[in-house]
């Protein structure tokens, strides 16, 4: 199973391809013991808890705050269709069309549709997770439609051909030096 790969990288027009256990033990072997990468993620992670000290000196307050927020998520999920379809109303409400897909493929396929009833060239979009789970950018570009990052994070590993390697820092494997060599590539 491979999906296009994305054409703004190095690795243009290659596929993504899913690797054996095998081949990611030897990728998580090769990340563990990169001291740059090293370094890049414990800096970042220590910043991250930094941010997140400073914002809940109180340890007990924060587990209190995280208790609250699983319960929430486990009773959105328990009600989830409902929600779903409360949300769709309220948005329907206020003039926006929703659109339901169960696939990947739907999914892009339905924004594809929007794209060439606009005869759009280029998508510019926000970092999106769900995007990137159904590998909207390449769906869209494989279709002749350009999907540019507006996120600096994402548009870094967008350029590199890569994939985020954090969720909240997407970009956090690179260094500033690697980011202006590529920056000064493209």
């Keep these: 199973m491979s999906a296009q790969a994305n054409t703004a ?6 596929p993504i391809a899913f690797v054996s256990a095998q081949a990611l033990r030897e990728r998580m072997h090769d990340a563990v013991n990169d ?3 090293r370094t890049s993620f414990r800096g970042a992670m220590d910043f991250l808890m930094a941010k997140r000290a400073a914002q809940f000196p109180d340890a007990d307050e924060l587990d209190s705050l995280r208790s609250l927020s699983e319960s929430i998520r486990q009773y959105s999920l328990s009600k989830l269709p409902d929600l779903l379809e409360q949300l769709e109303a309220n948005l329907t409400r206020n003039g926006v069309q929703v659109h339901w897909a169960e696939t990947p493929e739907e999914a892009n396929a339905i924004m594809l549709g ?23 950018n390449h ?12 996120d600096m994070g994402e548009y870094i590993v967008q350029l590199a051909g890569e994939k985020p390697s954090h969720i909240i820092m997407p970009a956090i494997h690179q260094t500033k030096q690697q980011i202006a060599k590529l920056f000064a590539e493209h």
């Design 9 to 14: 990288g190095k690795d243009a027009g290659k």
């Design 35 to 37: 001291p740059h990468l």
């Design 114 to 136: 929007i794209a060439q009833r606009h005869q759009a060239k280029l998508i510019v979009k926000g970092k999106s997770m769900v995007s990137e789970e159904i590998e909207f």
């Design 139 to 150: 769906a869209m570009e494989a279709a002749g439609v350009g999907a540019l990052e507006s």
